[in-house]
């Protein structure tokens, strides 16, 4: 049944995007750890929107390495830690009101740093899935308030439980992201089915006849 729909002027667009936590390297050669959810993938290429006065987008406009750290649903409450943190000393006047200088982002948020394996920041060692980046093109967006990053996969690094056993697939079936859905954190409901290009399918049948 039709429904009229109404037309509304919404403050935020963040219509169930993952979360993603950036790991990046300070000038000091420190590690800032930031909360984000704006990024999607094509191909090999990750793109980034983040806030232009950000320390992740200060420290890629000339560093490029970093790591995107997907975190899981049980690791909101983590995440949220890191929400009201910022690695810009000073606060950004933007930010004065509502954020606070923290320098050991991995401290706070109660997660521990493991080194990775091709770029300098480390990977959040409780999140299962861990992507080694590069910056390739940092530019700003259409109104000035974002910066754009294209990242560059380099290594990808996943907990051996969400992987379909024998193969290089991510099992969709074992794995949630943790969602940000109109700045609420929510988790994957159950499978309604999969797209005709989906390689897990037979994968997963054949790892189970194996």
Request: proline share 9%; net charge negative.
């Amino acid at each position: 049944m039709a429904h009229d729909h109404l037309t509304i002027t919404a403050s935020i667009l963040y219509f169930g995007t993952p979360v993603a936590l950036l790991s990046t390297e300070n000038e000091d050669a420190s590690f800032n750890l930031a909360p984000m959810s704006s990024a999607w993938a094509l191909g090999q290429v990750i793109v980034l929107g983040l806030g232009t006065d950000s320390q992740t987008a200060h420290n890629l406009a000339v560093r490029p390495d970093l790591v995107i750290n997907l975190p899981d649903p049980a690791q909101w409450a983590a995440v949220e830690r890191l929400a009201p943190l910022t690695g810009r000393e000073p606060v950004p006047a933007r930010k004065q009101d509502t954020f606070r200088f923290e320098a050991a982002k991995f401290e706070a948020a109660g997660l521990r740093p493991e080194p990775s394996d091709v770029v300098r920041p480390p990977r959040v060692a409780e999140c299962p899935i861990q992507i080694e980046a590069r910056a390739a093109r940092v530019q700003p967006d259409v109104t000035g308030a974002f910066q754009m990053i294209e990242a560059h996969v380099v290594r990808v690094h996943a907990d051996p439980r969400i992987v379909v056993p024998g193969t290089q697939h991510i099992d969709p079936a074992a794995w949630s992201p943790l969602i940000y859905n109109f700045r609420h954190y929510f988790r994957l409901g159950p499978e309604l089915g999969h797209t005709f290009r989906s390689e897990t399918v037979s994968a997963r049948v054949s790892a189970r006849g194996a």
